[in-house]
């Protein structure tokens, strides 16, 4: 099946800093990839649309200038979490949608603020 | 938006029993509902999937049935292995390429060997 690859898996920055993921589609091409936050032993809760050529579209109640996200091409999404603070910490994962209605999801990046 | 809830949230069974998950949803527009089981701070696996001109689907020991008019899907697991213990997510889209999911609230299985 097809293969997305984030970057990092696990990061820890120092708050205030700004962290940048990286959603990379290998072998397929993706107009449109999701962004999700995972609390632990929580749900995925979708975060925003990531849209290539346009801007993203964000789910009510996701601050959009706290969370950054460029598709800068066919293959490769960022989020970047600005001026980060410890209740930011948590599992981000994002996906692709594949063929007619599958999701590939990436490995997740688990983000410590300390 | 769509808003899908998922039940139980914990879920202990004895090795060789079944499990059943429910999940229901909201937006009637939703035509895809996928079953995902995610080991911890692993990526979701899909394991099995239903489209909503189907009532129910099996592959091995697992099988998803869905009740459009009632918006409501459930997980069957028969015959349960201590393999099996895992979070088990449900979601909803609208099936179309390029969609969203809506995930329900994750069901925490342990199969107790």
């Known amino acids: 099946g097809a293969v997305v690859s984030q970057h990092p898996s696990r990061v820890i920055c120092k708050s205030g800093t700004s962290v940048k993921i990286e959603c990379r589609s290998l072998d397929f091409q993706a107009t449109t990839m999701f962004w999700y936050r995972q609390f632990p032993k929580k749900s995925l809760m979708l975060m925003a649309t990531?849209?290539?050529?346009?801007?993203?579209?964000?789910e009510q109640g996701v601050e959009k200038d706290k969370f950054l996200i460029n598709h800068a091409s066919l293959t490769l999404s960022t989020l970047t979490v600005t001026s980060a603070h410890p209740e930011d910490s948590s599992f981000y994962i994002c996906?692709?949608?594949?063929?007619?209605?599958?999701?590939?999801f990436g490995q997740g990046t688990r983000l410590t603020v300390v | 938006g769509e808003n899908v809830e998922q039940h139980p949230s914990t879920l202990s069974v004895q090795e060789g029993d079944s499990a059943v998950i429910k999940c229901t949803y909201s937006d009637s527009a939703s035509n895809y509902f996928p079953w995902y089981k995610q080991e911890l701070g692993k990526r979701p696996q899909l394991i099995i999937d239903?489209?909503?001109?189907?009532g129910e689907k099996k592959d091995q020991r697992i099988a998803v049935t869905l009740n459009k008019t009632a918006k409501h899907f459930s997980l069957h697991i028969t015959e349960t292995q201590p393999e099996d213990s895992a979070v088990y997510f449900c979601a909803a889209s609208l099936g179309l390429g390029g969609n969203q999911f809506y995930f329900g609230t994750g069901t925490s299985l342990t199969v107790i060997p």
């Open positions: 990531s849209n290539e050529g346009s801007k993203a579209t964000y």
């Open positions: 996906s692709a949608p594949g063929g007619n209605t599958e999701a590939f």
């Open positions: 239903i489209r909503s001109n189907v």
